[in-house]
């Protein structure tokens, strides 16, 4: 099985701060990321897929990179509406598989 | 606009059954491949399985933690997915979603509210 391991697990900032996520394969899966947002009680958002590409209506602070191995979501300016859980999925193969999420909290 | 609604959870013993189905509308359902995904309280999300359309056969994956215990069904006549599970175990409880793949991408580009199962003596 193919593991995610996300880092930080939790973090801590500020509105306006400049976040970065990053997510790391135990084994190339090429492109085939997405990341998701969660907020407490709430099902998961689809923000990012094919590690690049924004979902519709998805602000556009939001960005991912990566390829192979090693992947990262960026939140260019973050907003209150923004604190929550971020989960990054590979679906390049079977299991498919979730990092174990990244808390963002307000400093 | 495309809806999802789980229904069917609640309290069960270990060792005992729930059926969960899943109720689409707003898309055309029969098209896409159908995934659950489980979220214990407080921990995070885990795959749990994969419906696929009638192009490719309805054929299924499972989650090795589910394999031979759950099992998948869809009606697209009626746009409803379901997961059978037998033989719970504490380790089942959890929210539940349904969750619309993605053209495509594999992803999950929509899900539903979650039902909670809770599998406790």
């Known amino acids: 099985d193919i593991q995610l391991t996300q880092s930080p697990s939790f973090l801590s900032a500020s509105v306006g701060d400049r976040v970065t996520i990053t997510c790391r394969a135990s084994?190339?899966?090429?492109?085939?990321l997405a990341w998701y947002q969660q907020k407490p009680g709430k099902a998961p958002k689809l923000l990012i897929y094919?590690?690049?590409t924004l979902q519709s209506g998805v602000p556009s602070r939001f960005s991912g990179s990566g390829s192979g191995t090693e992947f990262t979501l960026t939140i260019s300016s973050l907003q209150p509406e923004d604190f929550a859980t971020y989960y990054c999925q590979q679906l390049n193969s079977y299991p498919l598989t979730f990092g174990g999420g990244t808390k963002v909290e307000i400093k | 606009e495309v809806q999802l609604v789980e229904s069917g959870g609640g309290l069960v013993q270990p060792g005992g059954s729930l059926r969960l189905s899943c109720a689409a509308s707003g898309f055309t359902f029969s098209d896409h491949y159908m995934d659950w995904v489980r979220q214990a309280p407080g921990k995070g999300l885990e795959w749990v399985g994969r419906?696929?359309?009638?192009?490719?056969?309805?054929?299924?994956e499972y989650a090795a933690s589910v394999k031979g215990r759950f099992t998948f069904s869809r009606d697209d006549s009626k746009n409803s997915l379901y997961l059978q599970m037998n033989s719970l175990k504490t380790e089942d409880t959890a929210v539940y979603y349904c969750?619309?793949?993605?053209?495509?991408?594999?992803?999950?580009?929509?899900w539903g509210q979650g039902t909670l199962v809770a599998v406790s003596s």
């Open positions: 969750a619309r793949v993605h053209s495509g991408s594999n992803c999950y580009d929509y």
């Open positions: 419906t696929r359309n009638k192009a490719n056969s309805y054929t299924t």
């Open positions: 094919v590690a690049s």
């Open positions: 084994q190339g899966i090429s492109s085939y």
